[in-house]
């Protein structure tokens, strides 16, 4: 017991508690990990200490909210979590040794089926013969094959005549190279003769289910040693993804061997649990996801998804606030668009007249695009100066713009209204959504700060990346 409690106090000191926040002790540690990752150099709005620390207690205070709503039961949080931690943990289960044991049994599998005479390299000119070859069919190909022979007997370049005669057009190009092959990778006939032959040695003219062949024999080897191959093969394993496959085989063997008394969940949980203890970068990692996935969820639950799906409080938000939303310049509201006659013109107007704007898009495709014939063209929005030159032309008196035809559209039109600061919410959703969540925010986190306790360890914040 007091070896224990001698621990416990070391431990305490190495690794004081820097805040509790409802009712959970934050060690230093950890605000240390979330504070330097996020004010790296790079980081264009770097916080001091004592800045980050209020909005480290308002992620702590959501994620509170987010477990008391057990939000982290649900199956959906589960899974992502547990994708997440397992790309994190899994790899751990495998270790060097694993990985040169797999390439081994590779290697050996690989010396085993090249056998005791080795890898070859040859080149060869084929002369094809058809699979129901006639007698004249054969004898001409055996004539062929003769000539070609006779020539390389005579000094032809070997290189030079398979490019230029034979028939098998992949090693043809190479001048003949088929690269090295060891026994059983070549039909019977061709393995034989090419097996027989020493470096720099030609063989005869024989026949195989392909047809004609003539090898000339380059190199023999026997297969190097497995140092000469090992980084390949790692390479290779890697490729195919072997690690997977052991940490299948780990699982599988540990879980058999508790009598199925372990799950494959629990082992995984106890291989967390194993690193967390002695690497504090691997805990916080996994911790900042788990906190970040449920943060996320009752965020948008609570502010983001709310906010933007609720238009009456968009629309008295922006009632309340309109001096919030002025532009520098009018915006054109409407939109530009091309028909095939004149009297399309009037008609795009009279159908959209009397619609909200947000309505128009579908009247004007069930009128005039209802069927196989395409009516009109339109670009339909809330534009500035510059974004179209239709409108530039004709609403913003840009004498110099330069419109585009649309083929099989003749005629350009417009139709809407200048605006010198937006009429409704709409003209503005993006800005009065993104405030409104601010404020939403703002009230949350105050509810928040008001529900939960939270203390703050001063001394212990002083120490914040200064302590050894």
């Known amino acids: 017991m007091l070896l224990l ?251 058999k061997a508790s009598d199925n008394v372990e799950t494959r969940e629990m082992l995984i949980e106890k291989r967390v649990d194993s690193l967390s203890a002695v690497d504090l970068e691997m805990r916080y990692l996994i911790k900042e996801y788990h906190d970040g996935l449920l943060l996320y969820e009752i965020s948008n639950r609570t502010i983001w998804e709310k906010a933007a799906k609720d238009e009456e409080t968009l629309a008295l938000f922006f009632k309340n606030n309109k001096k919030r939303y002025q532009w520098d310049e009018p915006r054109f509201k409407g939109m530009a668009y091309h028909v095939k006659q004149q009297s399309d013109v009037k008609a795009v107007a009279k159908c959209v007249k009397k619609l909200k704007f947000e309505d128009w898009n579908e009247a004007l495709r069930s009128t005039f695009n209802g069927d196989s014939i395409i009516r009109i063209r339109a670009e339909k929005g809330l534009f500035k100066k510059g974004d179209n030159a239709l409108i530039d032309r004709e609403c913003f008196k840009v004498t110099d713009a330069k419109v585009d035809s649309v083929k099989g559209y003749p005629i350009d039109a417009v139709y809407g209204k200048m605006l010198k600061k937006p009429e409704d919410y709409n003209d503005v959703r993006g800005q009065v959504t993104t405030d409104l969540q601010d404020e939403m925010e703002r009230f949350w986190v105050a509810d928040l700060r008001k529900k939960y306790p939270f203390t703050i360890n001063e001394d212990v914040l002083k120490t914040v990346n200064k302590h050894e």
């Open 5 to 255: 409690a001698v621990t416990a106090a070391h431990a305490q000191k190495a690794d004081p508690i820097i805040m509790t926040v409802a009712g959970v002790d934050v060690p230093r540690s950890e605000f240390e990990y979330s504070y330097n990752k996020n004010n790296t150099d790079g980081v264009i709005d770097k916080k001091s200490v004592e800045e980050y620390v209020d909005l480290f207690i308002n992620y702590k205070l959501k994620v509170q909210a987010a477990l008391d709503a057990r939000l982290d039961t649900t199956e959906a949080f589960r899974q992502e979590f547990a994708q997440y931690r397992d790309q994190q943990v899994l790899p751990t289960f495998v270790t060097d040794a694993d990985m040169l044991e797999e390439a081994h049994k590779v290697y050996d599998q690989t010396l085993e089926q090249i056998g005791p005479d080795g890898l070859v390299s040859a080149a060869h000119i084929l002369i094809l013969t058809p699979q129901k070859a006639t007698d004249e069919q054969q004898k001409d190909a055996k004539r062929r094959i003769d000539s070609v022979y006779t020539a390389l007997l005579a000094g032809a370049d070997f290189e030079a005549l398979a490019k230029q005669v034979s028939q098998d057009p992949g090693s043809a190009r190479r001048g003949g190279m088929l690269g090295w092959f060891s026994r059983h990778q070549m039909v019977k006939e061709f393995e034989d003769a090419a097996f027989a032959l020493q470096p720099g040695q030609m063989s005869k003219p024989f026949l195989s289910p392909y047809g004609w062949h003539i090898i000339l024999m380059k190199e023999r080897k026997q297969f190097e040693p497995f140092d000469f191959h090992r980084d390949n093969i790692l390479k290779y394993l890697e490729q195919r993804g072997i690690r997977n496959t052991i940490v299948d085989r780990k699982l599988d063997a540990m879980v």
